[in-house]
């Protein structure tokens, strides 16, 4: 992409409305828009991530078996009052009523729709089990919108349910999402907690939430050093304790040291047991030929609140710093040139399309603009490289490579595309 063609309003000072650091980056960074509380604009930059972290929890989730599917966003009433969640809901519900006055919400969650789908159409344990899934728009008309799009009232999530003959076999398949997720939070780049959490509104029995460690984070969580487990801070303090205290103590019944850390919950599992399929009597005929209630679980992760974590996690003064699998761009190539006919945009260009031809996701700022105003928007963008080409390529036919995390190098011109494909294989 040309920086002289794209979309990218910046914004210089810090919007006043932005509380946290993402939120403040997305704005100043041109990659989302508000357009009322909760509710957001995506801008091709913040777009192009967010279809890159989409992108890598479908193929995970495809990895397990799971097959995608897309529901609709309205849902009617009487699934609702099947469930028995139509009252017990809440204001979070958003509902409406269609011209013929009948009653519609729009969908925080899908376990209605999908069990509804299955009941219809699933009839012998044979085809058990199955997993389903969907990436799509939800909405809950959450009481304090906050944060930009990490609590947004519209946001994208990856949702899929499983059904089963019994609760072995629930709990094979929730194994395998577990370990999904974890492929999905490593391929992500990201550092998380699996937390054990209570399964709060949904119901049922085993819930684990995945957490994307930051400061900014709504849970503390504790943990050993070489656990991939954490649990609530809350769980371990007494009543009037501070939560702090317990940093660097050890856990009750073990001499691990508790760590503490803040937590993005940004995944979570669920073994929802038969609550709904009871409640909706969705059955299938057995081995035996009887009916028997389906068993299910239902796995949730928060693909547009993955990208504001990714920024929580990773940023400094200077803007964002994206891992380099969901940067939007990975390079950007930064000519310093006078003409149009100047050697450094010649092998720019040039490098350009090398770049591209390799599959990077590649920016040139053709822009007749000072460096200080290219490298500030560059680091502010997140691009893990910039490739500064000026006057040492013309004398010395070097260019320097400038790391978003740290060092920089002088590098020969005719090595540069070899150097940079490495970095991201
Ligand atoms: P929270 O406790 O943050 O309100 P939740 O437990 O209600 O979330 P789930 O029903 O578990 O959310 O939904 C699955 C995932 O969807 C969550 O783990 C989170 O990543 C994401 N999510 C939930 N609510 C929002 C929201 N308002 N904005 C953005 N993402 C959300
Ligand atoms: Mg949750």
Known sequence: MLASKIFVPFIKDNPSEAEVVSHQLLLRAGMIR????????WLPLGFKTLKLVEEIVREEISKTGAHEIFMPMVQPKDLWVDSKRWDKFGPELLRFKDRHERD????????????????????????????????QTKFRDEIRPRYGIMRGREFLMKDAYSFHIDSESLNITYLSMREAYKSIFNRLGLEYKIVKADSGAIGGEISEEFHVLADSGEDTLAFSDESEIAINAELL?????????????????????????????????????DVYSTAMNATVIDEKGDRQILQMGCYGIGVSRI?????????????????????????????????????????????????????????????????????????????????????????????????????????KASEVETFLTRAFQ
């Not at 508000?34 to 604009?41: D, L, P």
């Not at 519609?104 to 199955?130: A, M, Q, V």
């Not at 000072?370 to 010395?396: H, M, Q, W």
Request: glycine share 6%; with cysteine; net charge negative.
């Open 34 to 41: 508000k357009v009322a509380s909760g509710i957001y604009n």
């Open 104 to 135: 519609f919400c729009l969908g925080p969650t899908h376990e209605e729709i999908i069990t509804d789908l299955i009941r219809n159409n699933l009839n012998s344990y044979k085809e058990l089990p199955l997993t389903l899934f969907q990436i």
């Open 237 to 273: 303090i007494s009543a009037g304790e501070d939560i702090n205290s317990l940093s660097g103590k050890s856990f009750p019944n073990s001499n691990e040291i508790i760590r503490l850390a803040k937590g993005i919950e940004v995944g979570h599992i669920f073994q929802l047991g």
């Open 307 to 411: 990208v504001a974590a990714a920024i929580e996690q990773n940023h400094d003064d200077k803007g964002i710093i994206w891992p380099k699998n969901i940067a939007p761009i990975q390079i950007s190539i930064l000519p310093i040139f006078k003409e149009q006919n100047d050697n450094a945009l010649l092998f720019a260009k040039e490098l350009y399309l090398k770049l591209n031809q390799q599959g990077l996701r590649v920016m040139l700022d053709d822009r007749q603009e000072r460096f200080g105003k290219k490298i500030t928007e560059s680091e502010l963008i997140g691009c893990p490289y910039a490739v500064v080409i000026g006057k040492n390529y013309t004398d010395n036919q070097t260019v320097e490579v400038i790391s978003r995390t740290a060092d920089k190098s002088e590098i």
